[in-house]
């Protein structure tokens, strides 16, 4: 069964700094990794989609790499800004089934 | 609105009610899903229909029943609920069985009393 763990579970940072959050995943056979956003009480928007092929995907100020060999990902935000503040969930499709495997998220805060 | 509506927003109901959750996209996808979201656990997928077919059922109790009429609307009928059951019901939507173009709807609060 693959299981997803987010590091760290909550993260508060000033305005302007560089972050890294961290997603790991159990088992290495996966199809894609997704990274979303969700807003206090809201659904989920995704951020950047990774397929398996791939290293790394970039959207703006948002960098998420993949490394499937040792199980990890990271998104990456530069230049916090406190628009930036949610929850930010990290997602493993297995190969060749359509089910995510979700993280408990990281709670990110950016203050003023 | 992100193309994926649900709706009520929020729901409040009592252990012996019957209420219904309603999903909507107008996407042209052809897979949708129920999620149930619990505090300050991993979102679960609860079922997925692909082509109005269910092809997933996660062990889910039978006291949540989903309807999928047709590709664009995605019901979840709720009978004799828990408290524990309280928790942020996401419908989703993906182009095919593949996930292409995931989408997620703002979600129902469900409140059991």
């Known amino acids: 069964k693959q299981e997803v763990t987010q590091i760290p579970a909550a993260l508060s940072v000033p305005e302007g700094e560089n972050l890294v959050l961290n997603c790991s995943f159990t088992d290495s056979a996966i199809y894609n990794l997704q990274w979303f956003r969700q807003d206090p009480g809201k659904g989920l928007t995704s951020l950047l989609l990774i397929q398996s092929s791939q290293r790394e995907q970039t959207s703006g100020r948002l960098n998420a790499s993949l490394d499937k060999s040792s199980g990890r990902s990271t998104l990456y935000i530069a230049a916090s800004q406190p628009g930036d503040s949610a929850t930010y969930l990290c997602?493993?499709?297995?190969?060749?089934?359509?089910?995510?495997?979700f993280g408990s998220g990281t709670k990110l805060n950016v203050k003023p | 609105e992100t193309g994926v509506t649900q709706t009520p927003r929020h729901l409040v109901m009592g252990m012996t009610n019957k209420k219904s959750l309603k999903c909507e996209q107008h996407l042209g996808h052809n897979a949708m899903y129920w999620y149930k979201q619990s505090a300050k656990k991993p979102l679960e997928l609860m079922f997925v229909?692909?082509?109005?077919?269910?092809?997933e059922n996660n062990s889910v109790p039978s006291r949540f029943s989903p309807e999928c009429p047709n590709s664009s609307h995605l019901f979840l009928h709720l009978h004799t609920l828990q408290p524990e059951d309280s928790a942020l019901y996401l419908c989703a939507s993906s182009q095919d069985r593949a996930g292409y173009g995931y989408t997620f709807g703002s979600g129902t609060r469900l409140t059991v009393v």
């Open positions: 229909y692909s082509l109005e077919e269910r092809v």
């Open positions: 997602a493993v499709k297995r190969s060749n089934f359509n089910k995510f495997y």
